[in-house]
């Protein structure tokens, strides 16, 4: 069973700080995503990461993976307040039948970035 | 370009009656899955349909099922429904081949 553990999964943090919010996965991966999810929302898509090594940058949003570590990472670079908001990782494998499984999320990461 | 359309956004209904939501995907995309989110349980996987077909299912009991129709518009319903089956309820298209799942508003299920 693909399990997904983020951390922290709280996080309270100044504006203009640094920080990183991690993902880990328990077994092999094509796939790995990152939403956010604002109080009421629905999700918005952040970042899909394919392939090991793979590096993606919005704005102050930084997402990495290393498949051989099972582990993604989303850098959060002199954070502003608009920002402040639950993030998900979220992993999928693809079924013998050659269709993709339903994702398996992480609990989410609530940000909260004090001005 | 429309996005992910839900219907209804939000309803409230009393132990033991049954309900129906509706998921209109992006124009163009064929595959269709369904998410549960409660603060207790996170967002947990209920099935995926592609081409009116159910691909996948999540680990969820028979009274949750689905339907897709030949326009890609899915529909899941919910029967004899328990106060824990409160929670928002989440569509996501994708076209085929794509990486991308794109997530509706979702229907927020009130169980009294």
């Known amino acids: 069973e693909l399990k997904v553990e983020q951390n922290p999964l709280f996080l309270s943090m100044q504006e203009g700080k640094n920080y990183t919010i991690y993902c880990n996965y328990s077994?092999?991966?094509?796939?790995l995503y990152w939403y956010r999810q604002d109080p009421g929302k629905s999700l918005e898509s952040l970042f899909v990461?394919?392939?090991?090594?793979a590096v993606k940058q919005e704005g102050r949003l930084m997402a990495s993976l290393d498949t051989k570590a099972r582990l993604s990472t989303l850098h959060i670079t002199a954070a502003v307040h608009d920002l402040s908001a639950t993030y998900f990782c979220?992993?999928?494998?693809?079924?013998?039948?050659?269709?993709?499984?339903?994702?398996?999320f992480g609990k989410g990461t609530h940000l909260i970035i004090q001005p | 370009k429309a996005g992910v359309t839900q219907t209804p956004r939000y309803l409230i209904k009393t132990r033991g009656q049954q309900v129906t939501l509706s998921c209109s995907p992006i124009?163009?995309?064929?595959?269709v899955s369904w998410y549960q989110q409660t603060p207790g349980q996170g967002l947990q996987f209920l099935f995926e349909?592609?081409?009116?077909?159910?691909?996948n299912k999540g680990n969820f009991p028979g009274r949750f099922s689905g339907r897709q129709f030949s326009n890609s518009r899915s529909e899941m319903n919910v029967s004899t429904l328990e106060l824990g089956d409160s929670a928002l309820y989440l569509c996501?298209?994708?076209?085929?081949?794509?990486?991308?799942?794109?997530f509706g508003a979702g229907s927020r299920l009130t169980v009294l």
């Open positions: 996501a298209s994708s076209h085929p081949g794509a990486n991308v799942l794109t």
């Open positions: 077994t092999t991966s094509d796939r």
């Open positions: 990461l394919l392939s090991n090594g």
């Open positions: 979220a992993v999928a494998t693809l079924n013998s039948g050659g269709g993709a499984d339903g994702l398996t």
């Open positions: 124009s163009g995309h064929r595959s």
């Open positions: 349909y592609f081409s009116e077909t159910q691909r």
